[in-house]
């Protein structure tokens, strides 16, 4: 073969693997679309008021979501089983308030009653993945029931300290309100560093092991998973007790962070956990999802519930109709387009094309 015709034959193949190529390849992402929005919210908020973009009041408004980023992370496999999870909030104050009354009234060293909150966690977790995995109950009545099972479980906890439920418990040492506090380097919260370090011990789970491919099969066929050798019964009842760590966690966090143990902390994040996942690309359905997607869908959701009262002086009471409305559009988005009539209005115009 000549010179020529080798550097004819090998044109396609370098125009193929270019740089170029590779970014727009990467731009048509879901993932890249959400780092664009954040980046739009950046551009939007910091346009309406310089203050936005301040680095202190920027990692600060981060502090105030990272229970909502951490939990997410982990809700993500519940969703991609097919499962959905709306009781990790209720643990989050379960946690909270079995940190101050053991510390408190009990007299337990802090980190003790912590991991003490953090395993009851994991058993609520296990509990309500037991009756959805191995009972056949539906996730969303399990996990609804035990929304309510735990906060009043809070409440019941609450009344064994002699602080008032509505006072909460403070006064904790410095050695445990740093966990919520301290900033790496004079500026980074370690709450952000936390975040990130669970994200990608997330991602290496979810995307990287035996366990995360057979999270992902069970969610996209349970039967072929079954016929493949895998036991999907515990694989279901393991990513809800993931996502009851990932709540005791955030329970701990939350508490020393704010430095208060209170049975309702965490109350009002059901929605914005849901909105992230789903806005993070993970199917409701099953079998799709992204941890990186989450993680940045979660920020997103952070910056609007933050960006709105401070640049548009939204009253916070009314930040879960943007937060909604969000939910909605995604969810119904994705069935317009998986929708057969725009299946294939989409092969036709490709055709043309």
């Known amino acids: 073969m000549s ?29 890249a679309f959400l780092f664009l929005l954040i980046v739009a919210e950046f551009v939007i ?21 990272m229970a909502v980023c951490i939990i997410s992370l982990f809700v993500t496999f519940v969703l991609i089983t097919g499962g959905i999870d709306i009781q990790a909030a209720s643990i989050l104050g379960l946690v909270s308030i079995i940190i101050g009354v053991g510390w408190q009234d009990f007299g337990l060293n802090i980190w003790v009653a912590a991991l003490i909150g953090l395993i009851c ?45 509505y006072q909460g418990i403070s006064g904790f040492p410095e050695y445990f309100t740093f966990l919520g506090k301290y900033k790496v380097g ?52 393991s990513t809800y007790m993931f996502s009851g760590m990932a709540a005791g966690i955030a329970g701990i966090i939350t508490t020393a962070y704010v430095g208060s143990s209170k049975c309702d902390l965490g109350s009002t994040s059901t929605m914005s956990i849901i909105t992230a996942v789903v806005l993070g690309g993970t199917l409701s359905t099953g079998g799709k999802g992204s941890v990186i997607g989450t993680a940045l869908a979660a920020l997103v959701v952070g910056i609007l519930r933050f960006g709105l009262p401070l640049c548009f002086k939204v009253n916070s009471q009314y930040l879960d109709v943007p937060i909604g409305l969000l939910l909605i559009i995604v969810v119904v988005g994705r069935a317009v387009l998986a929708s057969p009539f725009m299946q294939n209005l989409l092969a036709k115009s490709k055709k043309k094309a």
């Not at 908020?45 to 981060?62: E, K, P, Q, Y």
């Not at 709450?191 to 491919?213: E, N, P, T």
């Open 121 to 165: 966690a994991i058993a609520c977790g296990a509990l309500s993945g037991f009756f959805i995995a191995y009972c056949g109950v539906q996730a969303m009545v399990i996990t609804l029931g035990g929304s309510f099972l735990y906060a009043g479980i809070a409440l019941l906890v609450s009344n064994l300290s002699q602080s008032a439920a």
């Open 186 to 237: 004079g500026v980074v919260p370690i709450q952000l560093v936390i975040f990130l370090l669970l994200a990608v011990i997330a991602y290496f789970i979810l995307h990287k092991s035996k366990y995360g491919r057979k999270v992902f099969l069970v969610g996209t066929n349970k039967d072929a998973a079954e016929y493949c050798g895998i036991n999907s019964r515990r694989v279901i009842m």
């Open 45 to 65: 908020f910091g346009t309406a008021n310089s203050r936005f973009l301040m680095t202190r009041v920027i990692f600060g408004s981060l502090n105030d979501v």
């Open 3 to 31: 010179d020529k015709e080798k550097k004819t034959t090998q044109e396609p193949l370098i125009a193929y693997t270019t740089p170029g190529a590779r970014i727009k390849s990467a731009f048509k992402s879901w993932e």
